[in-house]
């Protein structure tokens, strides 16, 4: 539905300016400057596929729940950053990080995506749509 694809996009961007302000804390920048990119919005409605994969899945274990989503988020991070890279307009560059592939996604990255996959069945199984 659109207001989901609409909620998962302003939920991402939110979570990725909290994450990037706390982020400059590493760098000495009390600002606790957050950034994003308009590319994002897209990448992060798409969670809103959660929705009815979540009403697939009811009745699997937590566990598994996680790990299927954090494997979407991990296949749609990557995808989506392969094609703006090809562009060169990928707003992320993950190419000198440890456990990167193509520069695009981060495993260390997988405890986030994990309970990300969590939020967003929580905030889409318990909204009016639902």
């Not at 989901?4 to 994450?19: P, S």
């Not at 979540?54 to 749609?76: A, D, H, N, Q």
Request: with cysteine; hydrophobic share 40%.
């Amino acid at each position: 539905m659109k207001s989901d694809f609409i909620k998962c996009g302003m939920t991402g961007w939110c979570l990725e300016i909290l994450w990037t302000g706390l982020q400059s804390l590493l760098h000495h920048d009390w600002k606790l400057t957050g950034v994003s990119s308009l590319h994002m919005f897209p990448i992060y409605g798409a969670a809103s596929l959660v929705g009815p994969l979540s009403r697939r899945l009811k009745g699997c274990g937590m566990p598994l729940r996680g790990f299927i989503y954090m494997t979407g988020i991990f296949g749609v991070e990557y995808l989506s950053g392969s094609f703006l890279k090809k562009h060169h307009c990928c707003p992320w560059d993950y190419s000198n990080a440890p456990f990167q592939i193509g520069g695009v996604i981060r495993l260390d990255y997988a405890p986030l995506w994990f309970a990300t996959g969590l939020l967003y069945e929580r905030m889409l199984t318990h909204s009016p749509q639902a």
